[in-house]
């Protein structure tokens, strides 16, 4: 891999850990919907933005539908998941719990896509839920039943991660595949579609809690770079590395984010860095690895 491409890589791991530093900001002051809706508004408003200054020609393929319904499963819950945990959890906590990706992608296919279990992923998923247990019980947040709300919720996320990426195959790649940044664009149009009436609800008078704090500039500096920058702008880099490097060295990412997440918390909210958070989160790294290290090949005598 080349020194560029790891620089992008290190960058897109920081970015995408900044994202719960910012929702830990904004989510107890506006809320878990209004957080999330903003957070794609200000994404496909990026996104298009680039479209344009990137002149891609639109085209979608017959496939804006399917990719808008991916957006549901690939952004709608899971940011208003994450918004939701924002409010109870610190930024450290919800970046390690995103690790858990590729396990619950494993516990979804093995579920209901027919994929084989073997006895690594069996393990990998053992010790992830372990280094789970381990992060709720012996972090420097008291485990109460707020506490593994917010935890569930960052589950649920990381389980819709898991769908998507089956339906993405079964509704995007394998009917001849889609310009990554219509896919990205649309999947945020799609998250916001599905988020607007459920905002909406929340915040009339008549039905929810009216939003009467809107917070200042700060808050929304921090939505922008939620929106603009840990969503549009990552989305582009992210699918620019899979493009050079292939999907299984990009998602290295994985294994980085975490410790900028614990990194940002600690600097700008003043966050505790526990033992809770080392073991837990070197547990749920080791699970990753365990599942995402290519198998060993071995080699086939051949007879003359």
Known sequence: MRLSDTVRLIVLSAIWGASFLFMRIIAPVLGTLPTAFFRVVFGAIGLLLILAL??????????????????VINSGIPFAMYSFAAKILPAGYSAIFNATTPL???????????????????VGVLLGLIGVVVLTKAGPVELTTEVMMGAGACLIATACYGVASFMTRRWISEKGGLDSKLLAFASQLGAAVFIMPLFIASTSSAIGQPLTNWGGTGLWLAMAGLGLVCTAFAYILYFRLIADIGPMKSLTVTFLIPPFGVLWGAIFLGEQITWGHIAGGTLIGLAVWVVLKPAVQTKKSVVA
């Open 54 to 71: 990137m002149r891609t020609k639109w085209d979608f393929k017959g496939k804006i539908g399917a990719a808008m319904a991916l957006g």
């Open 104 to 122: 619950m992608g494993v516990i979804v296919g093995t579920l209901f896509f027919s994929e084989k279990l073997s006895l690594a992923k069996f």
